[in-house]
């Protein structure tokens, strides 16, 4: 019998290598699967293995998650997990029951997602643009017309590089989930200010003795990482006159709704954010249904037919 840490790995390596998952996913799964094995190690006083599950665990553990206040979202999340764990480890005969083959939880109170209107992006840009005695305010000027201007997420924005940066198409290849490439567009606006920093870029990276592709850097010339994005925004938000917290997740979520808000069509707002289902993108049209709501109010002859008689009543 191999050691319940051996069938974790294989899992994970079976993920990466044959599934194709993104590092980013492949960790949720580890440690979704390692807080299971906490939860097991404590409620048995022999250490049950993951072998030995069975629905009653499966049952203590959900209720555990429950009592812990988690999100029915993140329950769903962890359910997902290891549920794929325990189908590897029947396809490969390691069990043969599947535990949460049939645990489904319903997620249909699934969180909107938080987006910044368009006067507190303007002062989002106002703050970072009026940061003069920050030696590295054109990066960060830079990292928010990305973020905000193409919805990448902030993954796909450390990842960036000089060679799949086209400046003169405005376009980015952009690594995304499960190793899946896609171009985005980008404006103007996120195109100067890529230009504008640049020649920091180059100065800082030649000043510290590094050389590597990624364009966006640390005070150190190092490549940046999501951490140090999210520490930048949070300085940004700092300095401006908003209330709110941030996270870069905002930003794209922003991008999304603006897009749709203006009339975009679904599927190329999927594509462009490298959304693998439409399920996905449609979170976000809970933001269009004031824009959909003044069209039909325009539009549709009864209502327009209505509002002559309302005002006509009016007149009277």
Same mark, same amino acid.
């Given at each position: 019998?191999?050691?319940?840490?051996?069938?974790?790995?294989?899992?994970?390596?079976?993920?990466?290598?044959?599934?194709?998952?993104?590092?980013?996913?492949?960790?949720?799964?580890?440690?979704?699967?390692?807080?299971?094995?906490?939860?097991?190690?404590?409620?048995?006083?022999?250490?049950?293995?993951?072998?030995?599950?069975?629905?009653?665990?499966? =049952?203590?553990?959900?209720?555990?998650?429950?009592?812990?206040?988690?999100?029915?979202?993140?329950?769903?999340?962890?359910?997902?997990?290891?549920?794929?764990?325990?189908?590897?480890?029947?396809?490969?005969?390691?069990?043969?029951?599947?535990?949460?083959?049939?645990?489904?939880?319903?997620?249909?109170?699934?969180?909107?997602?938080?987006?910044?209107?368009?006067?507190?992006?303007?002062?989002?840009?106002?703050?970072?643009?009026?940061?003069?005695?920050?030696?590295?305010?054109?990066?960060?000027?830079?990292?928010?017309?990305?973020?905000?201007?193409?919805?990448?997420?902030?993954?796909?924005?450390?990842?960036?590089?000089?060679?799949?940066?086209?400046?003169?198409?405005?376009?980015?290849?952009?690594?995304?989930?499960?190793?899946?490439?896609?171009?985005?567009?980008?404006?103007?606006?996120?195109?100067?200010?890529?230009?504008?920093?640049?020649?920091?870029?180059?100065?800082?990276? =030649?000043?510290?003795? =590094?050389?590597?592709?990624?364009?966006?850097? @640390?005070?150190?010339?190092?490549?940046?990482?999501?951490?140090?994005?999210?520490?930048?925004?949070?300085?940004?938000?700092?300095?401006? @006159?908003?209330?709110?917290?941030?996270?870069?997740?905002?930003?794209?979520?922003?991008?999304?709704?603006?897009?749709?808000?203006?009339?975009?069509?679904?599927?190329?707002?999927?594509?462009?954010?490298?959304?693998?289902?439409?399920?996905?993108?449609?979170?976000?049209?809970?933001?269009?249904?004031?824009?959909?709501?003044?069209?039909?109010?325009?539009?549709?002859?009864?209502?327009?037919?209505?509002? =002559?008689?309302?005002?006509?009543?009016?007149?009277?």
């Amino acid at each position: 019998m191999t050691s319940k840490n051996t069938q974790m790995q294989w899992f994970l390596k079976y993920l990466k290598n044959e599934r194709k998952y993104s590092d980013d996913t492949i960790t949720a799964y580890s440690n979704d699967i390692s807080e299971f094995e906490k939860f097991l190690n404590q409620v048995d006083k022999d250490s049950k293995q993951l072998v030995d599950v069975d629905s009653y665990d499966v =049952e203590s553990y959900l209720t555990y998650l429950y009592d812990k206040d988690y999100a029915k979202n993140s329950i769903a999340q962890k359910v997902s997990a290891l549920r794929s764990l325990y189908a590897y480890l029947v396809k490969n005969e390691i069990v043969t029951k599947n535990p949460f083959e049939y645990i489904h939880l319903k997620t249909n109170n699934r969180r909107l997602p938080r987006f910044f209107y368009k006067e507190e992006m303007e002062e989002l840009f106002r703050a970072a643009n009026s940061d003069d005695e920050n030696p590295l305010k054109l990066r960060n000027i830079a990292i928010l017309e990305v973020l905000y201007g193409t919805g990448v997420r902030v993954s796909e924005c450390t990842g960036i590089t000089l060679e799949r940066l086209n400046l003169a198409d405005k376009v980015i290849l952009v690594q995304g989930k499960g190793n899946k490439q896609r171009y985005v567009p980008f404006g103007d606006y996120a195109s100067q200010a890529i230009r504008n920093y640049l020649p920091l870029r180059s100065s800082l990276m =030649e000043d510290k003795g =590094e050389s590597h592709d990624f364009l966006f850097i @640390n005070k150190l010339g190092k490549p940046l990482t999501p951490r140090g994005i999210e520490y930048i925004l949070d300085h940004i938000v700092k300095i401006s @006159n908003l209330t709110t917290d941030i996270h870069p997740h905002m930003l794209r979520h922003s991008f999304a709704t603006e897009m749709l808000d203006e009339g975009a069509d679904m599927r190329s707002v999927q594509e462009l954010l490298g959304h693998a289902s439409l399920s996905s993108t449609q979170i976000y049209t809970h933001v269009t249904q004031s824009h959909l709501m003044k069209d039909y109010n325009k539009f549709f002859p009864r209502t327009k037919k209505k509002e =002559e008689e309302e005002n006509n009543d009016s007149k009277i």
